[in-house]
Protein backbone atom coordinates (compact mmCIF):
# COMPACT_ATOMS: atom_id res chain seq x y z
CA UNK A 1 0.00 0.00 0.00
CA UNK A 2 1.63 2.99 -1.08
CA UNK A 3 0.86 6.95 -1.05
CA UNK A 4 1.90 10.10 -2.50
CA UNK A 5 2.44 13.67 -1.81
CA UNK A 6 1.36 15.91 -4.65
CA UNK A 7 3.08 19.82 -5.09
CA UNK A 8 2.29 22.17 -7.69
CA UNK A 9 4.20 26.08 -8.19
CA UNK A 10 4.96 28.68 -10.70
CA UNK A 11 8.46 30.23 -10.97
CA UNK A 12 7.87 33.57 -11.27
CA UNK A 13 9.40 35.36 -14.16
CA UNK A 14 8.47 38.68 -15.73
CA UNK A 15 8.17 37.40 -19.06
CA UNK A 16 7.25 34.18 -18.76
CA UNK A 17 6.72 31.48 -15.89
CA UNK A 18 7.64 27.84 -15.30
CA UNK A 19 5.12 25.18 -13.22
CA UNK A 20 6.52 22.54 -11.99
CA UNK A 21 5.13 19.28 -10.04
CA UNK A 22 6.69 17.38 -6.91
CA UNK A 23 5.39 14.47 -6.39
CA UNK A 24 6.47 12.54 -3.03
CA UNK A 25 5.40 8.37 -3.00
CA UNK A 26 5.50 7.17 0.14
CA UNK A 27 4.87 3.84 1.27
CA UNK A 28 3.06 1.85 4.17
CA UNK A 29 5.25 0.54 6.94
CA UNK A 30 3.60 -1.43 9.33
CA UNK A 31 6.44 -2.44 10.95
CA UNK A 32 8.65 -0.01 10.04
CA UNK A 33 10.95 -2.08 8.05
CA UNK A 34 12.04 -1.56 4.52
CA UNK A 35 11.67 -4.59 2.20
CA UNK A 36 14.82 -6.17 0.74
CA UNK A 37 14.42 -6.79 -2.89
CA UNK A 38 14.99 -10.92 -2.92
CA UNK A 39 17.58 -12.50 -4.08
CA UNK A 40 18.27 -14.85 -7.07
CA UNK A 41 18.17 -12.72 -10.15
CA UNK A 42 17.95 -14.09 -13.70
CA UNK A 43 20.80 -12.61 -15.32
CA UNK A 44 23.17 -15.06 -14.62
CA UNK A 45 22.53 -18.38 -15.78
CA UNK A 46 24.40 -21.14 -14.69
CA UNK A 47 26.88 -23.06 -17.44
CA UNK A 48 24.43 -25.91 -17.57
CA UNK A 49 21.28 -23.56 -18.66
CA UNK A 50 19.81 -23.61 -22.31
CA UNK A 51 21.87 -21.32 -24.93
CA UNK A 52 20.47 -17.72 -25.47
CA UNK A 53 17.68 -17.82 -28.41
CA UNK A 54 19.43 -15.75 -31.47
CA UNK A 55 18.45 -12.66 -33.11
CA UNK A 56 14.85 -12.57 -34.48
CA UNK A 57 14.55 -13.34 -38.17
CA UNK A 58 12.34 -11.27 -40.69
CA UNK A 59 10.51 -12.10 -43.32
CA UNK A 60 11.09 -9.83 -46.47
CA UNK A 61 8.23 -7.44 -47.29
CA UNK A 62 6.44 -8.62 -50.52
CA UNK A 63 6.42 -12.02 -48.47
CA UNK A 64 5.19 -9.86 -45.32
CA UNK A 65 2.58 -8.48 -47.83
CA UNK A 66 1.36 -11.64 -49.47
CA UNK A 67 0.87 -13.74 -46.02
CA UNK A 68 -0.86 -10.46 -44.54
CA UNK A 69 0.61 -11.47 -41.20
CA UNK A 70 0.44 -8.44 -38.77
CA UNK A 71 -2.03 -6.77 -41.59
CA UNK A 72 -5.45 -5.10 -39.71
CA UNK A 73 -7.80 -6.33 -42.02
CA UNK A 74 -11.13 -4.49 -41.49
CA UNK A 75 -14.48 -5.51 -42.92
CA UNK A 76 -17.64 -2.75 -43.05
CA UNK A 77 -20.45 -4.84 -40.32
CA UNK A 78 -23.73 -5.38 -42.41
CA UNK A 79 -24.46 -6.15 -45.60
CA UNK A 80 -27.10 -3.90 -46.51
CA UNK A 81 -26.04 -0.42 -47.82
CA UNK A 82 -27.15 3.30 -46.66
CA UNK A 83 -29.51 4.76 -49.03
CA UNK A 84 -29.78 8.02 -47.40
CA UNK A 85 -29.81 9.90 -44.02
CA UNK A 86 -32.09 12.40 -42.78
CA UNK A 87 -33.66 14.48 -39.63
CA UNK A 88 -36.72 15.71 -38.87
CA UNK A 89 -38.22 17.57 -36.64
CA UNK A 90 -35.09 20.34 -35.72
CA UNK A 91 -35.90 23.94 -35.76
CA UNK A 92 -33.68 25.67 -33.76
CA UNK A 93 -30.57 23.34 -34.13
CA UNK A 94 -28.96 22.90 -37.80
CA UNK A 95 -28.90 19.94 -39.62
CA UNK A 96 -25.60 20.23 -40.06
CA UNK A 97 -24.82 20.13 -36.44
CA UNK A 98 -26.80 17.25 -35.86
CA UNK A 99 -25.51 14.96 -39.00
CA UNK A 100 -22.11 15.82 -37.10
CA UNK A 101 -22.80 13.49 -34.46
CA UNK A 102 -24.15 10.94 -36.54
CA UNK A 103 -21.99 8.23 -38.00
CA UNK A 104 -24.48 6.28 -40.07
CA UNK A 105 -23.34 7.44 -43.47
CA UNK A 106 -24.94 7.57 -47.04
CA UNK A 107 -23.38 4.74 -49.33
CA UNK A 108 -21.55 2.82 -46.26
CA UNK A 109 -22.72 -0.49 -45.00
CA UNK A 110 -25.87 -0.56 -42.99
CA UNK A 111 -25.36 -1.40 -39.18
CA UNK A 112 -28.02 -1.23 -36.58
CA UNK A 113 -25.46 -1.19 -33.43
CA UNK A 114 -24.42 2.02 -34.99
CA UNK A 115 -27.63 3.60 -35.54
CA UNK A 116 -28.44 2.93 -31.84
CA UNK A 117 -24.89 4.88 -30.86
CA UNK A 118 -26.44 7.36 -33.48
CA UNK A 119 -29.32 7.94 -30.94
CA UNK A 120 -27.15 7.76 -27.64
CA UNK A 121 -24.67 10.69 -28.90
CA UNK A 122 -27.85 12.70 -30.02
CA UNK A 123 -29.34 12.90 -26.67
CA UNK A 124 -25.90 13.31 -25.37
CA UNK A 125 -26.32 17.01 -27.17
CA UNK A 126 -28.56 18.23 -24.15
CA UNK A 127 -30.76 19.90 -26.82
CA UNK A 128 -33.87 17.32 -27.46
CA UNK A 129 -36.29 15.91 -25.05
CA UNK A 130 -36.11 12.71 -27.09
CA UNK A 131 -34.58 11.42 -29.98
CA UNK A 132 -36.69 7.79 -32.27
CA UNK A 133 -35.52 6.56 -35.74
CA UNK A 134 -37.35 5.12 -38.42
CA UNK A 135 -36.04 2.17 -41.19
CA UNK A 136 -36.96 2.38 -44.48
CA UNK A 137 -36.01 -1.39 -45.66
CA UNK A 138 -36.38 -1.75 -49.22
CA UNK A 139 -34.39 -4.37 -51.92
CA UNK A 140 -31.30 -2.05 -52.55
CA UNK A 141 -30.51 -0.72 -49.16
CA UNK A 142 -31.83 0.97 -46.10
CA UNK A 143 -32.88 4.77 -45.76
CA UNK A 144 -32.38 6.34 -41.80
CA UNK A 145 -34.40 8.68 -40.49
CA UNK A 146 -33.84 10.75 -36.91
CA UNK A 147 -36.65 12.08 -35.17
CA UNK A 148 -35.68 14.86 -32.95
CA UNK A 149 -38.11 16.50 -30.41
CA UNK A 150 -36.14 19.96 -29.29
CA UNK A 151 -35.85 21.10 -25.97
CA UNK A 152 -37.95 24.43 -25.17
CA UNK A 153 -35.98 27.62 -24.98
CA UNK A 154 -36.10 30.57 -23.27
CA UNK A 155 -37.01 33.53 -25.98
CA UNK A 156 -36.84 36.66 -23.62
CA UNK A 157 -36.25 37.22 -19.68
CA UNK A 158 -38.69 40.23 -18.16
CA UNK A 159 -38.48 41.92 -14.77
CA UNK A 160 -41.18 43.84 -13.38
CA UNK A 161 -41.90 45.92 -10.28
CA UNK A 162 -38.19 45.91 -9.37
CA UNK A 163 -36.77 49.88 -7.97
CA UNK A 164 -33.42 48.90 -5.71
CA UNK A 165 -31.62 47.12 -8.92
CA UNK A 166 -31.40 47.47 -12.64
CA UNK A 167 -31.93 44.20 -15.28
CA UNK A 168 -28.39 43.85 -15.25
CA UNK A 169 -28.04 43.07 -11.66
CA UNK A 170 -31.25 41.05 -11.71
CA UNK A 171 -29.93 38.93 -14.66
CA UNK A 172 -26.74 38.55 -13.35
CA UNK A 173 -28.24 36.93 -9.76
CA UNK A 174 -30.87 34.81 -11.57
CA UNK A 175 -28.54 32.84 -13.65
CA UNK A 176 -30.85 32.57 -16.23
CA UNK A 177 -31.46 34.56 -20.62
CA UNK A 178 -32.37 33.94 -23.61
CA UNK A 179 -31.90 30.87 -25.91
CA UNK A 180 -30.90 28.56 -22.29
CA UNK A 181 -32.88 25.92 -22.26
CA UNK A 182 -36.74 26.58 -20.75
CA UNK A 183 -37.71 23.95 -17.57
CA UNK A 184 -40.00 24.74 -14.70
CA UNK A 185 -37.01 23.62 -12.62
CA UNK A 186 -34.93 26.24 -13.94
CA UNK A 187 -37.07 28.92 -13.52
CA UNK A 188 -37.81 28.16 -10.18
CA UNK A 189 -34.30 27.80 -9.10
CA UNK A 190 -33.80 31.83 -10.30
CA UNK A 191 -36.95 33.09 -8.81
CA UNK A 192 -35.19 31.49 -5.55
CA UNK A 193 -31.97 33.18 -6.40
CA UNK A 194 -33.88 36.37 -6.49
CA UNK A 195 -35.41 36.49 -3.23
CA UNK A 196 -31.92 35.10 -1.60
CA UNK A 197 -30.56 38.34 -3.21
CA UNK A 198 -33.37 40.39 -2.18
CA UNK A 199 -32.59 39.02 1.66
CA UNK A 200 -28.89 39.81 1.37
CA UNK A 201 -29.29 43.12 0.79
CA UNK A 202 -31.91 43.40 3.66
CA UNK A 203 -35.25 43.71 1.55
CA UNK A 204 -36.97 40.21 4.40
CA UNK A 205 -40.43 41.52 2.91
CA UNK A 206 -39.77 40.62 -0.44
CA UNK A 207 -42.15 38.81 -2.96
CA UNK A 208 -41.21 37.00 -6.21
CA UNK A 209 -43.36 35.20 -8.55
CA UNK A 210 -42.27 34.04 -11.81
CA UNK A 211 -44.36 33.17 -14.96
CA UNK A 212 -43.84 30.87 -17.94
CA UNK A 213 -45.11 31.89 -21.43
CA UNK A 214 -47.36 35.18 -22.28
CA UNK A 215 -49.17 36.05 -25.44
CA UNK A 216 -48.01 33.64 -28.36
CA UNK A 217 -44.69 33.55 -27.15
CA UNK A 218 -44.40 30.47 -24.73
CA UNK A 219 -41.14 30.82 -24.16
CA UNK A 220 -40.85 34.22 -22.24
CA UNK A 221 -40.14 34.39 -18.98
CA UNK A 222 -41.60 37.12 -16.34
CA UNK A 223 -40.43 37.81 -12.88
CA UNK A 224 -42.61 39.86 -10.93
CA UNK A 225 -41.11 41.62 -8.10
CA UNK A 226 -42.89 43.11 -4.59
CA UNK A 227 -39.36 44.49 -3.11
CA UNK A 228 -40.75 46.16 0.24
CA UNK A 229 -39.01 48.12 2.40
CA UNK A 230 -35.42 47.95 3.03
CA UNK A 231 -34.47 47.56 6.57
CA UNK A 232 -31.62 48.48 8.68
CA UNK A 233 -30.47 47.71 12.12
CA UNK A 234 -31.31 50.56 14.38
CA UNK A 235 -29.66 49.09 17.50
CA UNK A 236 -28.02 45.97 18.76
CA UNK A 237 -28.75 45.18 22.58
CA UNK A 238 -27.58 41.70 24.36
CA UNK A 239 -29.28 40.84 27.82
CA UNK A 240 -28.50 38.15 30.45
CA UNK A 241 -24.75 38.51 29.91
CA UNK A 242 -22.71 38.41 33.24
CA UNK A 243 -19.08 36.96 32.23
CA UNK A 244 -18.72 38.61 29.13
CA UNK A 245 -19.43 42.60 28.50
CA UNK A 246 -21.80 43.91 25.82
CA UNK A 247 -18.84 45.84 23.81
CA UNK A 248 -17.14 42.19 23.91
CA UNK A 249 -19.63 40.28 22.65
CA UNK A 250 -20.79 42.79 19.87
CA UNK A 251 -17.47 42.18 18.58
CA UNK A 252 -18.07 38.39 17.87
CA UNK A 253 -20.56 39.11 15.97
CA UNK A 254 -21.63 40.14 12.54
CA UNK A 255 -24.44 42.25 12.41
CA UNK A 256 -23.86 45.99 12.65
CA UNK A 257 -25.70 48.67 14.01
CA UNK A 258 -25.62 52.38 12.50
CA UNK A 259 -22.67 54.71 13.53
CA UNK A 260 -23.08 58.36 14.13
CA UNK A 261 -23.77 60.89 11.60
CA UNK A 262 -23.85 59.64 7.84
CA UNK A 263 -22.76 56.05 8.44
CA UNK A 264 -25.67 55.27 10.25
CA UNK A 265 -26.65 53.93 6.54
CA UNK A 266 -23.39 51.83 5.71
CA UNK A 267 -22.90 48.76 6.81
CA UNK A 268 -26.42 48.21 9.21
CA UNK A 269 -28.18 45.99 6.59
CA UNK A 270 -30.80 43.84 8.48
CA UNK A 271 -29.66 40.69 7.30
CA UNK A 272 -32.17 38.01 8.88
CA UNK A 273 -29.61 35.04 7.98
CA UNK A 274 -26.77 36.67 9.43
CA UNK A 275 -28.61 37.51 12.81
CA UNK A 276 -29.78 33.67 13.04
CA UNK A 277 -26.00 33.21 12.19
CA UNK A 278 -24.94 35.55 15.81
CA UNK A 279 -27.03 33.86 17.71
CA UNK A 280 -24.74 30.31 16.84
CA UNK A 281 -22.04 32.42 17.23
CA UNK A 282 -22.84 33.33 20.59
CA UNK A 283 -23.75 30.05 21.94
CA UNK A 284 -21.02 28.75 20.58
CA UNK A 285 -18.60 31.86 22.00
CA UNK A 286 -19.87 30.06 25.66
CA UNK A 287 -19.27 26.65 25.11
CA UNK A 288 -16.02 27.60 24.45
CA UNK A 289 -15.47 29.15 27.71
CA UNK A 290 -17.06 26.14 29.38
CA UNK A 291 -20.88 27.67 29.39
CA UNK A 292 -21.78 24.23 28.11
CA UNK A 293 -25.67 24.15 28.95
CA UNK A 294 -25.45 28.14 27.85
CA UNK A 295 -28.52 29.20 25.04
CA UNK A 296 -29.05 32.35 23.11
CA UNK A 297 -31.84 33.51 21.52
CA UNK A 298 -32.94 36.47 19.77
CA UNK A 299 -35.81 39.22 19.55
CA UNK A 300 -36.91 41.64 16.57
CA UNK A 301 -38.66 44.64 16.81
CA UNK A 302 -39.39 47.11 13.87
CA UNK A 303 -40.25 50.77 14.15
CA UNK A 304 -43.19 52.08 12.86
CA UNK A 305 -42.03 52.39 9.19
CA UNK A 306 -41.21 49.08 9.02
CA UNK A 307 -37.53 49.98 7.51
CA UNK A 308 -36.10 50.09 10.84
CA UNK A 309 -34.87 46.85 13.20
CA UNK A 310 -34.13 46.59 16.90
CA UNK A 311 -32.26 43.27 17.59
CA UNK A 312 -32.00 41.78 21.14
CA UNK A 313 -30.01 38.68 21.80
CA UNK A 314 -31.30 37.13 24.94
CA UNK A 315 -28.31 35.06 27.12
CA UNK A 316 -28.56 32.17 29.79
CA UNK A 317 -25.40 31.68 30.58
CA UNK A 318 -26.38 28.46 32.71
CA UNK A 319 -22.91 27.04 35.01
CA UNK A 320 -19.90 26.89 33.72
CA UNK A 321 -18.17 23.15 33.90
CA UNK A 322 -15.07 22.22 35.39
CA UNK A 323 -13.02 18.61 34.03
CA UNK A 324 -13.56 15.77 36.04
CA UNK A 325 -11.28 13.78 34.25
CA UNK A 326 -9.69 12.91 30.68
CA UNK A 327 -9.62 10.03 28.91
CA UNK A 328 -7.80 8.71 25.81
CA UNK A 329 -9.56 5.80 23.73
CA UNK A 330 -8.47 4.23 20.54
CA UNK A 331 -4.53 4.26 21.15
CA UNK A 332 -2.62 1.27 20.43
CA UNK A 333 0.79 2.30 19.20
CA UNK A 334 1.62 5.15 21.67
CA UNK A 335 1.05 4.99 25.33
CA UNK A 336 -1.39 6.81 27.06
CA UNK A 337 0.98 7.91 29.55
CA UNK A 338 3.33 9.63 26.65
CA UNK A 339 -0.10 11.34 25.32
CA UNK A 340 -1.18 12.61 28.40
CA UNK A 341 2.04 14.59 28.88
CA UNK A 342 1.27 16.77 25.86
CA UNK A 343 -2.52 17.72 27.43
CA UNK A 344 -2.74 21.16 28.97
CA UNK A 345 -6.49 20.98 29.91
CA UNK A 346 -6.33 18.19 32.95
CA UNK A 347 -8.38 17.03 35.19
CA UNK A 348 -10.34 20.00 38.02
CA UNK A 349 -9.62 22.59 34.98
CA UNK A 350 -12.28 24.43 34.34
CA UNK A 351 -13.17 23.65 31.00
CA UNK A 352 -11.62 25.89 27.91
CA UNK A 353 -12.34 24.89 24.63
CA UNK A 354 -9.41 27.01 23.10
CA UNK A 355 -7.54 25.10 25.26
CA UNK A 356 -8.92 21.53 24.11
CA UNK A 357 -8.73 22.08 20.27
CA UNK A 358 -4.72 23.07 21.28
CA UNK A 359 -4.47 19.60 23.03
CA UNK A 360 -6.50 17.57 20.07
CA UNK A 361 -3.55 19.45 18.24
CA UNK A 362 -0.60 18.09 20.55
CA UNK A 363 -2.19 14.59 20.14
CA UNK A 364 -2.25 14.19 16.29
CA UNK A 365 0.97 15.67 15.62
CA UNK A 366 2.50 13.25 18.03
CA UNK A 367 1.04 10.75 16.01
CA UNK A 368 2.40 12.87 13.29
CA UNK A 369 5.91 12.75 14.40
CA UNK A 370 6.21 8.99 14.43
CA UNK A 371 4.52 8.20 9.93
CA UNK A 372 0.93 8.65 11.50
CA UNK A 373 0.25 11.34 8.96
CA UNK A 374 -3.52 9.96 8.77
CA UNK A 375 -4.31 10.06 12.49
CA UNK A 376 -7.38 11.55 13.74
CA UNK A 377 -8.82 13.17 17.39
CA UNK A 378 -12.17 13.46 17.89
CA UNK A 379 -13.71 14.94 21.12
CA UNK A 380 -16.46 14.06 23.39
CA UNK A 381 -17.68 16.17 26.26
CA UNK A 382 -19.89 13.25 29.06
CA UNK A 383 -21.66 15.38 31.37
CA UNK A 384 -21.31 13.64 35.03
CA UNK A 385 -23.97 13.05 37.51
CA UNK A 386 -22.12 15.52 39.80
CA UNK A 387 -23.01 19.06 39.49
CA UNK A 388 -21.33 20.93 36.53
CA UNK A 389 -18.62 18.65 35.84
CA UNK A 390 -17.95 16.73 32.53
CA UNK A 391 -15.59 14.14 31.09
CA UNK A 392 -13.51 14.64 28.35
CA UNK A 393 -12.63 11.76 25.82
CA UNK A 394 -10.28 11.69 23.41
CA UNK A 395 -11.15 8.85 20.43
CA UNK A 396 -7.93 8.19 18.69
CA UNK A 397 -7.69 6.53 14.98
CA UNK A 398 -4.08 5.80 14.28
CA UNK A 399 -3.96 4.77 11.03
CA UNK A 400 -1.05 3.56 9.58
CA UNK A 401 2.84 4.62 9.59
CA UNK A 402 3.98 6.18 6.19
CA UNK A 403 7.60 6.46 4.96
CA UNK A 404 9.08 8.17 1.65
CA UNK A 405 9.20 6.43 -1.15
CA UNK A 406 10.17 8.16 -4.20
CA UNK A 407 10.51 11.98 -4.92
CA UNK A 408 9.57 12.79 -8.02
CA UNK A 409 9.72 16.31 -10.18
CA UNK A 410 7.64 17.65 -12.68
CA UNK A 411 8.68 20.55 -14.66
CA UNK A 412 5.97 21.91 -17.10
CA UNK A 413 6.35 25.61 -18.94
CA UNK A 414 9.91 26.34 -19.55
CA UNK A 415 11.80 23.76 -17.36
CA UNK A 416 14.96 25.97 -17.76
CA UNK A 417 13.95 28.45 -15.01
CA UNK A 418 14.04 26.29 -12.47
CA UNK A 419 15.82 22.45 -12.19
CA UNK A 420 14.95 20.19 -9.95
CA UNK A 421 17.55 20.33 -7.60
CA UNK A 422 16.16 23.70 -6.75
CA UNK A 423 13.03 22.34 -5.63
CA UNK A 424 14.37 19.58 -3.89
CA UNK A 425 16.53 21.31 -1.72
CA UNK A 426 13.51 23.18 -0.21
CA UNK A 427 11.85 20.12 0.65
CA UNK A 428 13.63 18.33 4.00
CA UNK A 429 12.17 14.80 3.49
CA UNK A 430 14.37 12.13 1.79
CA UNK A 431 13.47 8.81 0.31
CA UNK A 432 13.47 6.23 2.97
CA UNK A 433 12.65 8.17 6.12
CA UNK A 434 9.34 8.26 8.26
CA UNK A 435 7.01 11.30 7.64
CA UNK A 436 6.59 13.64 10.13
CA UNK A 437 3.37 15.57 9.52
CA UNK A 438 4.50 18.62 11.40
CA UNK A 439 7.86 19.04 8.93
CA UNK A 440 5.37 18.39 5.61
CA UNK A 441 3.46 21.38 6.87
CA UNK A 442 6.44 23.24 7.70
CA UNK A 443 7.48 22.41 4.07
CA UNK A 444 4.51 23.42 2.62
CA UNK A 445 5.01 27.09 4.39
CA UNK A 446 8.89 27.19 3.25
CA UNK A 447 7.30 26.60 -0.48
CA UNK A 448 4.41 28.97 -0.11
CA UNK A 449 6.71 32.29 1.06
CA UNK A 450 9.80 31.22 -1.80
CA UNK A 451 10.31 34.30 -3.52
CA UNK A 452 10.68 31.66 -6.68
CA UNK A 453 7.26 30.62 -6.31
CA UNK A 454 4.40 32.33 -8.18
CA UNK A 455 1.51 32.71 -4.91
CA UNK A 456 -1.30 34.31 -7.74
CA UNK A 457 -4.42 31.90 -7.90
CA UNK A 458 -5.72 33.78 -10.61
CA UNK A 459 -2.35 33.20 -13.01
CA UNK A 460 -1.16 29.25 -11.27
CA UNK A 461 -2.47 26.82 -8.72
CA UNK A 462 -1.44 27.74 -4.91
CA UNK A 463 1.90 26.18 -4.07
CA UNK A 464 1.02 22.84 -2.40
CA UNK A 465 1.67 19.70 -0.43
CA UNK A 466 -1.08 16.88 -0.56
CA UNK A 467 -0.89 13.11 0.28
CA UNK A 468 -2.58 10.89 -2.21
CA UNK A 469 -3.09 7.09 -2.08
CA UNK A 470 -0.72 5.60 -4.44
CA UNK A 471 -3.48 2.97 -5.60
CA UNK A 472 -3.95 5.39 -8.84
CA UNK A 473 -1.25 5.96 -11.34
CA UNK A 474 1.07 9.24 -10.47
CA UNK A 475 -0.36 10.77 -14.39
CA UNK A 476 -3.56 10.68 -12.22
CA UNK A 477 -3.04 13.92 -10.65
CA UNK A 478 -2.23 15.98 -13.67
Keep these: MTARTTR ?98 KDRFYDYETVLGDVRRLNDMGSFDHVTFKLDERPEGVAVTYFVHERPVITKVVF ?5 FNNR ?19 ESARRRLIDYYLEEGFNQVAVDAQIGFGTDPGVVIFRMNEGPKERIADITIKGNTI ?30 KIDNDVNVLASYYHNLGFLTATVG ?23 FKVNDVKIVGNQFITEESLRKRLELKAGDMF ?30 VMRDEANTVDLVYEVTEGDIWK ?37 ELNRRRIERSQL ?20 EVDDVY
Design 8 to 105: RALCCSAAQSVSLTVLIIVAFSPTLATAQMGGGGGFGGGQGGASAPGPDTRPKFRDHVRSRDGLAIHREKGDAIVLDVTVRGNKAIGTHLIMQKIETR
Design 160 to 164: HGHRA
Design 169 to 187: ELRNRAGVQANDPLSEFSV
Design 244 to 273: VNEARLKKIIASRGPTAGVLSYIGNTANLA
Design 298 to 320: RRLHYDESGKWLYVTFVVNEGPR
Design 352 to 381: DGTLMRRDIGEITYGYGELGFIYAEVEPKT
Design 404 to 440: VGRILVNIEGEPHLMRESTMLNMVDLREGDIIDRRSL
Design 453 to 472: LETNPQIADAPDIKVVPTDR
